[in-house]
């Protein structure tokens, strides 16, 4: 009995931290599989802008670049290029949409980054706030696919809610409310004195 209890403290501990680990094992392993086969600590590497395959606007996207990132730099074997210059040479290419990159922009993108390989990809939303990652290592001389790699991972952070704009009836409300609070104020001046700088006596009973 006390062997079988020394056991279970002993791996609990283990299993417990496997356990907080889940979510960022999810984008270590798909940056080993990526690179797997790849070599030569002089290599640089860049991480573009994920997106949904149905062009969704979502910040989900950055995320999951961003911790893709994080995963390649803890793996001290490549040069990591900055994710804020990234989305300079992105925006000034206008390319926002990194599944979209065809060869010749992987080229323009990895010769103004100074990068060897890129890293591609696309979400695509399933049931219960999972999500698909497929990820793509591109070589940027040739613009041709070196490896491919899809994970599953959990939404574990908050959407952002962006704010829809007021439609046509709301804003003819807020306009209606306008006038009728500027007729309000207007009688009242009037009724006051307000508008003559007079004051009226008060009157007597």
Excluded: H
Aim: proline share 2%.
């Amino acid at each position: 009995m006390k062997t079988l209890l020394a056991l279970v403290l002993l791996f609990t501990p283990a299993f417990a931290g496997a356990k907080e680990e889940s979510g960022s094992n999810a984008y270590k392993n798909l940056v080993n599989e990526l690179l797997k086969n790849c070599e030569g600590a002089d290599k640089k590497i860049g991480v573009a802008n994920f997106s949904y395959l149905d062009e969704r606007e979502s910040g989900d996207g950055n995320i999951v670049s961003e911790r893709i990132t994080t995963e390649l730099v803890r793996l001290k074997k490549f040069k990591v290029t900055e994710r804020k210059e990234i989305e300079k040479v992105l925006g000034e290419l206008k390319l926002q949409r990194s599944g979209a990159i065809d060869a010749d922009s992987v080229k323009s993108l990895g010769k103004m980054l100074g990068a060897d390989w890129l890293v591609l990809g696309t979400l695509t939303k399933l049931a219960g706030r999972q999500v698909e990652v497929n990820a793509r290592l591109v070589g940027v001389e040739s613009g041709e696919i070196i490896s491919a790699c899809s994970v599953k991972i959990k939404k574990d952070w908050r959407d952002k809610v962006k704010k829809e704009p007021a439609d046509e009836n709301e804003l003819r409300d807020k306009d209606e409310l306008l006038e009728y609070d500027k007729a309000i104020f207007k009688y009242m001046d009037e009724k006051t004195g307000k508008k003559n700088q007079t004051v009226k006596e008060p009157p007597s009973f």
